[in-house]
């Protein structure tokens, strides 16, 4: 089974708008389990553009199913995850300004800085995942680096999906193989949306966790967002 996770990034963005608390993000995200979300993820970013580290811990306290915080491992970010304790970490290599996440970490080239980060969060208790691109080197490497987890980037394949699918999800599927072979669980994030995410799930192996925000939102607003939570979850189903 893949579960869902819905990213509250953009209805933070949405509240930063303005001055106030509309939408509040400690309802949106509680309705969103209400209505099936399988977990709740956020992307702190530095200029706190989106989700704010204020909003972490309560966000985390009200949490009755799984809170993955994703983000690059800078000293404020690690000792504020630290703190939280998610249950699950996503590190994810973005430069401070980037617009959206859009590659993976080199994870043979950022070995060392990696595993001691890698290890800090596990020593913790937290489910560690790593952001890759669909490589079979990069997998090889995060699983001596010891991660519990890899997320695939999907930007790339949702692009290319609408020109040819099966290309775009063969390198998805190569290494969704050989995360299995090696004993990492799979996520997959970056662009998924009602039209891809079916596919996407049936051509890769055990994929545990899809975190899906900006075309979730999009849809909420002509679907609802209750809708299309179980929009998505029948795509998973
Ligand atoms: N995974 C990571 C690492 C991300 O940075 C993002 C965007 O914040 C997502 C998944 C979700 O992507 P999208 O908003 O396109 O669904």
């Given at each position: 089974?893949?579960?869902?996770?819905?990213?509250?990034?953009?209805?933070?963005?949405?509240?930063?708008?303005?001055?106030?608390?509309?939408?509040?993000?400690?309802?949106?995200?509680?309705?969103?389990?209400?209505?099936?979300?399988?977990?709740?993820?956020?992307?702190?970013?530095?200029?706190?553009?989106?989700?704010?580290?204020?909003?972490?811990?309560?966000?985390?306290?009200?949490?009755?199913?799984?809170?993955?915080?994703?983000?690059?491992?800078?000293?404020?970010?690690?000792?504020?995850?630290?703190?939280?304790?998610?249950?699950?970490?996503?590190?994810?290599?973005?430069p401070p300004g980037v617009l959206t996440s859009?590659?993976?970490?080199?994870?043979?080239?950022?070995?060392?800085?990696?595993?001691?980060?890698?290890?800090?969060?596990?020593?913790?208790?937290?489910?560690?995942?790593?952001?890759?691109?669909?490589?079979?080197?990069?997998?090889?490497?995060?699983?001596?680096?010891?991660?519990?987890?890899?997320?695939?980037?999907?930007?790339?394949?949702?692009?290319?999906?609408?020109?040819?699918?099966?290309?775009?999800?063969?390198?998805?599927?190569?290494?969704?193989?050989?995360?299995?072979?090696?004993?990492?669980?799979?996520?997959?994030?970056?662009d998924l949306n009602l039209k891809n995410l079916?596919?996407?799930?049936?051509?890769?192996?055990?994929?545990?966790?899809?975190?899906?925000?900006?075309?979730?939102?999009?849809?909420?607003?002509?679907?609802?967002?209750?809708?299309?939570?179980?929009?998505?979850?029948?795509?998973?189903?």
């Amino acid at each position: 089974m893949t579960k869902l996770s819905v990213n509250i990034n953009k209805v933070a963005l949405i509240r930063n708008s303005r001055l106030g608390n509309m939408p509040n993000l400690l309802t949106v995200a509680k309705d969103c389990e209400l209505w099936g979300a399988q977990g709740i993820t956020v992307h702190p970013r530095p200029d706190e553009r989106h989700v704010r580290y204020s909003d972490l811990q309560p966000l985390r306290d009200q949490n009755t199913t799984e809170f993955n915080i994703e983000g690059y491992p800078d000293e404020r970010f690690l000792k504020t995850v630290m703190a939280v304790k998610p249950h699950q970490c996503t590190l994810v290599p973005d430069p401070p300004g980037v617009l959206t996440s859009d590659a993976g970490w080199d994870t043979k080239g950022q070995f060392g800085f990696l595993q001691d980060v890698v290890g800090h969060l596990k020593s913790a208790g937290i489910r560690v995942s790593l952001f890759l691109n669909p490589e079979e080197e990069m997998v090889d490497y995060a699983a001596r680096i010891g991660t519990d987890r890899i997320e695939l980037y999907t930007g790339k394949f949702a692009h290319d999906f609408e020109h040819d699918p099966y290309d775009a999800v063969a390198p998805h599927a190569l290494a969704s193989q050989a995360a299995a072979t090696l004993g990492l669980g799979l996520n997959a994030g970056h662009d998924l949306n009602l039209k891809n995410l079916k596919f996407y799930r049936e051509n890769v192996v055990d994929l545990l966790e899809v975190s899906i925000g900006h075309a979730l939102i999009c849809d909420a607003i002509y679907y609802g967002l209750q809708n299309s939570i179980q929009m998505y979850l029948s795509k998973l189903s």
